[in-house]
C-alpha cells in the first residue's frame, strides 16, 4: 500500500511539473503571439502607405504624360475631389 501510495505521489509530482512547464510554454506562446500581431499591423501599415505613394506616383507619371495620360488625370484628379467634397459635406453634418 506504501508502494502503491509512493507512486502515485511521485506521478502527481510529475504531473504538477509537467502542468507548469506547458503553463510557461503557452505564457510564452502568448507574448509571442502579440509580438507578431504587433509586427502584422507595422507591415500592414507600411503596405497602406506603400500604395499611397505608388497612388500619388502614378498620379505624377500621367500628369506629365501624354495627352491621353493627362484626361486620366483629370479625371482621378475630379474623382479625388468629388470624394473630398463627399467628405467634407459629411464632416460638416
Known amino acids: 500500500m ?7 505521489e511521485q506521478k502527481v ?3 504538477l511539473d509537467r502542468n ?3 503553463t510557461e510554454e503557452v505564457a ?3 507574448a509571442q503571439r502579440s509580438n507578431l500581431q504587433a509586427a502584422l ?3 500592414q501599415r507600411q503596405q497602406s502607405q506603400l500604395e499611397h505613394q505608388v497612388q ?3 498620379m505624377a507619371r500621367s500628369v506629365l504624360g501624354s ?4 484626361t486620366d488625370a483629370k479625371q482621378k484628379m475630379n474623382t479625388l475631389i468629388k470624394e ?3 467628405c467634407i459635406g459629411a464632416l460638416s453634418v
Open 20 to 22: 507548469h512547464q506547458l
Open 2 to 8: 506504501i508502494a502503491i501510495v509512493a507512486g502515485l
Open 13 to 15: 509530482h510529475q504531473l
Open 41 to 43: 499591423e507595422a507591415y
Open 67 to 70: 495627352d491621353q495620360n493627362t
Open 56 to 58: 500619388a506616383l502614378q
Open 84 to 86: 473630398l467634397d463627399r
Open 28 to 30: 510564452d506562446l502568448n
